[in-house]
């Protein structure tokens, strides 16, 4: 079944250090979407990147899309404390009425 | 900037019961979602609604579970007689005609079935 997993599952990084999360997926897609979500809030869309597409970037985000590896990264450059977060990749089917969330990421900026 | 709601924020139901979760997706919107995400776990799709129909929909999706969309701005999924295992943060999304991908997600229900 498709699916988006995340690694590292926990990360821990000082502010101002850039952080890198992966995402690896198992079937073909549309699209791949990165989001963030706060501890016991709603989730907030990041990024889209879209198949045909192998970087994106969005102030201080940049994703990469290796569709060949069925692989995304996720950069978070300069990163303060408040990207302290939980932050989910999510794949959909051909079609794209289902969005496949991974695990997640957990990543803690010390201030 | 407009943004989807969810009422209520936190819904406590004995086992049995049935519960329905409230949602007001963004107004010029036409897919509508539901995800549900148990603690400390992934967020799961449960169904999605287009159309005033269900256009696909998770195995978790069972006879339980219903969506409607009654009104022309409110989306409910309602939960028939409700199971310990249901309890979980219930979230709506939903996405316009042309990227209909980027979801926008509401705040989240809580909901605890004691």
């Known amino acids: 079944s498709q699916q988006g997993e995340e690694d590292p599952q926990a990360l821990s990084i000082q502010e101002g250090e850039n952080a890198t999360m992966n995402c690896s997926y198992k079937t073909s897609i549309n699209n791949l979407q990165w989001y963030r979500q706060n501890s016991g809030r709603g989730l907030v869309h990041l990024i889209l990147i879209r198949s045909n597409e192998r970087e994106k970037h969005s102030g201080r985000l940049r994703v990469t899309l290796d569709t060949s590896k069925k692989s995304s990264s996720l950069l978070i450059t300069a990163s303060r404390a408040a990207d302290t977060a939980s932050y989910f990749c999510?794949?959909?089917?051909?079609?794209?009425?289902?969005?496949?969330f991974g695990a997640g990421t957990r990543l803690f900026v010390k201030a | 900037e407009p943004e989807v709601t969810q009422t209520p924020s936190h819904q406590v139901t004995q086992m049995g019961q049935e519960v329905i979760l409230r949602c007001v997706p963004i107004?010029?919107?036409?897919?509508f979602y539901w995800y549900r995400q148990i603690l400390g776990q992934k967020v799961e799709f449960l169904v999605s609604?287009?159309?005033?129909?269900?256009?696909?929909k998770s195995e978790i999706f069972d006879d339980q579970f219903s969506v409607e969309r009654p009104d022309g701005s409110n989306f409910t999924l309602k939960i028939r007689s409700t199971k310990l295992e249901d309890s979980a943060m219930y979230f709506c999304?939903?996405?316009?005609?042309?990227?209909?991908?980027?979801?926008?997600f509401g705040p989240g229900t809580r909901l605890t079935v004691l």
């Open positions: 609604f287009y159309n005033n129909e269900i256009s696909e």
């Open positions: 107004s010029n919107h036409l897919y």
């Open positions: 999510a794949t959909d089917a051909t079609g794209g009425f289902k969005t496949i």
């Open positions: 999304a939903s996405s316009g005609l042309v990227s209909y991908n980027e979801q926008f």
